[in-house]
């Protein structure tokens, strides 16, 4: 069965450090990859998708960048974090040819705070 | 794709069938309505899709009106764990393209379960 794992599942960063998010899908071959932000009391945004290797699409420009360096590993990054990155980093992946079937798989989570 | 438009929240009493509307007049014939859920401080988990024909899973029934410009997701018996956001969207699942992948959430409704 498809597994994906998503960590850390909490992290506080200072202002100015950089980050580095990873998840991985097992189970899967070819699939389509995402990357949400949940800011506090607001909805989820889409950051980031990534349909193969070394495809990133950017949804909002921001101070983040992804990077896909294998076929189910997605990474999020950020060279110097500002305060308004704090929010709830989802990661996601559906089949690549059949999206209706189940939609999409969300992982756990990673809850991140600037201070 | 589409806009879906939800209410902000609702109350269900445990035990009883929580309905939840959503409205979708501009879906086009292409679109699926499709269903998810946030439990605090968890990533989204899929419940169920539909085309035009109503849909009945483990989890929940969804009946899409004929003319399809509305639906309502229906929740047999709840319980406290079912209090949640459910999101409504639509969209298409073709593959021409990239774009084609993203799944876009709104607001939600945010359902409360009560004792």
Request: hydrophobic content about 35%.
């Amino acid at each position: 069965s498809q597994t994906i794992h998503q960590w850390p599942a909490t992290l506080v960063q200072p202002v100015g450090s950089p980050l580095s998010l990873e998840c991985t899908v097992e189970g899967t071959s070819n699939p389509n990859l995402y990357w949400y932000r949940q800011a506090a009391g607001r909805g989820l945004q889409l950051l980031f998708y990534s349909v193969g290797i070394g495809q990133i699409s950017s949804e909002v420009p921001q101070n983040l960048s992804a990077s896909r360096p294998q076929d189910r590993q997605f990474i999020l990054s950020s060279k110097k974090l500002l305060l308004s990155d704090s929010g709830f980093y989802l990661c996601a992946w559906s089949v690549r040819q059949r999206m209706v079937l189940g939609g999409y798989t969300f992982g756990s989570g990673t809850r991140l705070t600037v201070v | 794709d589409a806009k879906t438009t939800q209410p902000p929240s609702m109350d269900c009493a445990e035990g009883r069938a929580a309905n939840l509307p959503c409205n979708h007049s501009t879906i086009s014939g292409n679109e699926y309505v499709y269903w998810y859920r946030q439990i605090h401080s968890q990533g989204p988990q899929y419940i169920i899709h539909g085309l035009k024909n109503n849909e009945t899973n483990e989890m929940a029934s969804l009946i899409i009106t004929e003319d399809r410009k509305s639906s309502t997701l229906i929740l047999p018996h709840a319980t406290l764990r079912d209090t949640a956001v459910y999101y409504c969207i639509v969209r298409v699942v073709e593959n021409s393209g990239g774009s084609n992948y993203k799944l876009t959430f709104g607001k939600g409704t945010l359902l409360t379960v009560n004792p």
